[in-house]
């Protein structure tokens, strides 16, 4: 069955950096968009940014863009998200998210990770 | 930017129907998919495409979308259907696309 495998998050001082992984099996990942979505602690779902299938265009959020980028690698099924200059703003988990298809307009997304927590504190 | 706008909570006794609503400038023109998260859980998708169901998805639970107002409504309630429900759209231009999240609802099945 499909699985999406966040790992890289912990805890990181503000202004650092991070880069976030998600490893995925059980589909042919090159054929899928693929998206980072997060949750700060109690609070609601927050879309960071999403690829095309084969990293042709990218998508970001306003609160992200300029500080992170997405990249895949389907060679090896894997889909990152480097994070710069970040603020305690961004302390959430992080969810890899698998699009509906190639990462047409108005897709869903699903299946979601477990997530990994990324906690930027001084 | 494109805001979806949800209640915050919303109670329901067993068997009864519980609905909750997504508003957004006319979102009736726009696909309207929506997700369950059960506590301390990922997100599932339950309704994609404003009205239908992925599989394993009971009928109990549907999805309407006209106008300025999008609706989940979830039919003879249960306990497991307590959750947080949040409904997300596409929006932008071609050269920036956002995905948009409703701020969730709550559903606390009493």
């Known amino acids: 069955q499909v699985q999406l495998v966040e790992s890289g998050g912990g805890v990181v001082q503000p202004g650092t950096s991070l880069r976030l992984s998600c490893a995925a099996s059980?589909?042919?990942?090159?054929?899928?968009?693929m998206h980072w979505v997060r949750q700060a602690p109690g609070k609601g779902l927050e879309w960071v940014a999403m690829i095309y299938f084969d990293g042709s265009d990218k998508y970001y959020s306003n609160s992200v863009k300029g500080r992170f980028t997405v990249s895949r690698d389907n060679s090896k099924n894997r889909l990152y998200l480097e994070m710069n200059s970040l603020r305690a703003e961004d302390t959430a988990l992080y969810y890899c998210?698998?699009?509906?298809?190639?990462?047409?307009?108005?897709?869903?997304?699903?299946?979601w990770g477990q997530g990994t927590l990324v906690t930027v504190s001084s | 930017s494109y805001v979806l706008t949800q209640v915050p909570s919303v109670s329901v006794a067993p068997g009864q129907t519980a609905t909750i609503t997504c508003g957004g400038n006319?979102?009736?023109?726009?696909?309207v998919h929506w997700y369950q998260q059960k506590s301390g859980q990922a997100p599932v998708l339950v309704v994609y495409d404003d009205s239908d169901r992925p599989s394993g998805i009971p009928e109990r639970i549907s999805g309407t979308n006209f106008g300025n107002t999008a609706t989940l409504t979830i039919s003879r309630a249960e306990a497991g259907d307590e959750a947080d429900y949040y409904c997300q759209v596409w929006d932008g231009p071609r050269d920036q696309r956002l995905v948009i999240f409703g701020g969730g609802t709550k559903v606390t099945v009493l």
């Open positions: 006319n979102i009736g023109s726009k696909s």
């Open positions: 998210v698998r699009d509906k298809d190639g990462g047409a307009f108005a897709n869903w997304i699903d299946p």
């Open positions: 059980g589909f042919t990942f090159g054929n899928f968009g």
